[in-house]
Every structure is written in structure tokens, then in C-alpha cells.
């Protein structure tokens, strides 16, 4: 199995958090969602590693351990960023680098990328297929997965984060409350909002995810940078410029972006298709990561698309 190495580095002048496969074949490059980390991909990484794959996840800026955005429109600067870790994932470096057993280990990159991205990382992996076909990006993009991608038809997910009571009671209680009660009531909402039975969930997923948003300044923070983006994910894509073949996932329960948005993506892009799993909600890379990756790698072999009926 190839093991995962967890790292530090700057892209486009972030440092953030890597999770890195050093294995064979075009890289696997992972985007995660709106408040959340690349630890939302350690279950589809751990599946990669069986296959000896080569594949990379982040901390998008702003996000998980990653530093903050800066100021200003922010769409545009998580669209540095994920075009630079592409190019990181393709470059063909052949320096050694040590292996956890002490051992030299080269890893041998190239080829092109399959960009994968969940929600708000999904919406990042679009707008970068728009770019490589339209040959405004130096990122060598050859497929794309976009999980439940926002920007399409996303039911006001904001809304109904922001406006959940459990988190209203938290931000509004006026004594400070350990940081334990904050993770659990954090933990809870994520629980709820992400999953379709939240109760077959593995109980660190959400501790993971919480231990992100340890305090309530943490939470407030956070629902700032969704304000702040929101209005820029109302109208963020140019379909027509996608010219390589595009999977889109959805869970028929997601809550927070409605698969219907698929329909818009269907009808402007020939090379696009749709699957949609059954009892399964916003996350389908934590709730069905088997299927996950076998959608991936399957879409890899088929080296082209079909529209879905």
C-alpha cells in the first residue's frame, strides 16, 4: 500500500496542509467543500493507496489548517490556488524525498491531472476545465469529477447553515463555553447538514471535521467567508468553453446543493454525464467512498464521456 505523507506547502502564496500519494499513474487531485478540509478525502485516499495511485489533497485558503484568503473577491484567488496544485501534481520530479521508514522514494509525476472536487471544490474544478479549454491555464486537466458542485442550484445552502438554530443558540449564548460543547455542537450541525443517515457515520469523520472550528470566533469566522463568497457563486461558470469529459456525483439527499443544477451542466457540456446515488446526501466521498473512487478510476479507463439520459 502506498503510504500517505502529510506536508506543508505554498501554492500561489498559501501555505496550507498536503495529504500526498506518491504513487504511479496521472494524479488524482482532490478539492473539498465550503468549511471543510482535505480530511474529508482520508477514506477515498486510503483506496487510492490499495491501487498505488498517485493522488494529492488540500487545505483550500481560508480552510482546515490552510492560511486565510486574502482580502477581495476570493473566487479568483481559490482559482491560483488549485490551478498551482494541479501543476505541482503533473510536474515530473525526480528528487528523492524520505520515506516514513527512513528510505529515499522518487516520485515520478507528468501526464495530466483528474480533478476532483466536492461542493464548493467541485465549483473550483469546473471553472478550471473552463480555463484549460479555453487555454487560459497552464493546468493540464485531463477529466474532471465535480461532486454536487456549487453554483448550480444550491437551495440557499447558506441560508440554512447560518439560519440553523443550534448554531444560532451557540453564537448567541452570552458566557464563553468549552471548547468541547463548541465541537460537539459543530460536529452535530456537520452531521446533519452533509449526510443522509448521519448515524452510519464513522464518529471521527465529524470529530475531524470539528476540530477545524474549535471556539465560537472559529464558527463566526466561518460564516463570514460564506457571506463573503456567496454572492460570487451565483453565476461563477462559462460551460460551454468544458471540452474534456466531466462526471458529475450527486446524492439524491444532498440538502444543501439540489442535483437538479445537473441538468444545466448536462445540456452545455457534450462530454458530461450524471450519477446519482441512491440514500446518500452532500458528501458521497464520505458516505460511499468505494463507489467514489470506483466512479473515478472507471472514468479514467473510459478516457471519454457520454451524456446521461
Known sequence: ???????????????????????????????????????????????????ERRAIAVDLPGFGTAAPAADGPLLPQLDAFVEAVVRYAVADIRAPRRGPAGGSRARRGGGRATVVGNSLGGCLALRLAERAGGRRSRAQVARVVAIAPAGLDMAGWFKVVEHDPVVRSLLALPLPLPRRAVQEVVARVYGALAFAHPEAIEPGV?????????????????????RRLLPELREPFELGAIDCPLLLIWGDRDRMVYASGAERVLAAVPQARLELIEE???CPQVERPELVAELILATERRGGGRRAA
Not at 502506498?2 to 478539492?31: C, K, Y
Open 206 to 226: 465529524a470529530r475531524a471535521y470539528a476540530r477545524h472550528h474549535p471556539d465560537r470566533a472559529a464558527v463566526a469566522r466561518l460564516l463570514a467567508s460564506g
Open 280 to 282: 446518500c446526501g452532500h
Open 1 to 51: 500500500m502506498e503510504p500517505l505523507f502529510e506536508h506543508r506547502m505554498e501554492f500561489a502564496g498559501t501555505e496550507t496542509r498536503v495529504l500526498e500519494l506518491e504513487g504511479r499513474g496521472d494524479p488524482v487531485v482532490l478539492f473539498h467543500g465550503w468549511s471543510d478540509s482535505a480530511d474529508t478525502w482520508r477514506h477515498l485516499l486510503a483506496l487510492m493507496a490499495r491501487e
